[in-house]
């Protein structure tokens, strides 16, 4: 059972990144769960009183090098293949609850915004996939993982030498998130809301229907119809939603 009965909701703005505008996400969240108490706080790493020398090390905990090898055959010290740098989003996920003190308590959830590039590791094809939420505590979205997570359109992936036309590639950019685009934050809205429905729904945040916002998108285009021209929930899942809000109401 992974059901918690939150209370705090507490969102982290991370210094390193300005891809996020975390007052609209939390204005949006306090739409679906009026009872909560939402706050933006500052770096999770100077909230918790980490100097900032130790934070790389801290982090550099859960760097990969190795694509196609799972975390524990991690080479050391290496470069990624990827040439950036990527994180097991679940190590992290570990060695940053480690850093926590007694608000891991489960009246509180914790949602970090990051650049860092998190990713999981997948027995399926073996080999790291980029992800854009890691789920738990603390929840982690990532820019990164936002971009280069849910796959662009097929066009996207021609031949080196296939070029677009200047006009199509114009038309193209509107069909995929990248950095610095305003839909970002929209965006991260919807996986905030997956990160605190992996607490209202057993651990399971994700929903079948592709018009829900809790659908988990695999291409760049369901994620802006799903988050940016069309966000809402289904009725199942806003139904979910009612009910956690009215059993705080009872209280």
Not at 133 to 145: L, M, Q, R, Y
Request: with cysteine; charged share 25%; proline share 4%.
């Amino acid at each position: 059972m992974l059901r918690l009965d939150f209370d705090s909701i507490h969102i982290y703005r991370e210094d390193a990144t300005s891809y996020f505008r975390p007052e609209v996400i939390a204005i949006e969240l306090a739409k679906i769960f009026p009872q909560c108490q939402i706050d933006i706080r500052e770096d999770f790493f100077r909230h918790f009183g980490i100097a900032s020398q130790r934070k790389a090390s801290i982090i550099d905990l859960a760097k990969i090098s190795d694509v196609k090898q799972p975390f524990e055959r991690q080479p050391k010290n290496e470069l990624s293949d990827e040439g950036v740098a990527l994180y097991d989003g679940f190590v992290l996920q570990q060695v940053l609850n480690q850093q926590m003190d007694l608000e891991r308590q489960i009246i509180h959830v914790h949602i970090l915004l990051s650049g860092l590039l998190t990713c999981t590791f997948s027995e399926d094809d073996w080999r790291y996939h980029g992800r854009a939420v890691i789920c738990g505590t603390p929840s982690i979205i990532s820019a990164a993982g936002i971009v280069q997570g849910p796959a662009r359109p097929r066009e996207f992936y021609y031949p080196d030498g296939l070029r677009l036309a200047e006009i199509e590639k114009k038309k193209m950019n509107a069909r995929f998130i990248d950095y610095g685009d305003e839909r970002m934050t929209r965006a991260a809205v919807g996986y905030a809301l997956q990160a605190l429905f992996f607490f209202v729904a057993d651990g399971d945040p994700f929903c079948d229907s592709p018009n829900c916002r809790l659908f988990n998108s695999h291409w760049q285009e369901d994620l802006i119809r799903t988050q940016v021209e069309k966000p809402s929930l289904c009725a199942e899942h806003l139904d979910m939603a009612n009910k956690f809000n009215s059993s705080k109401v009872r209280r």
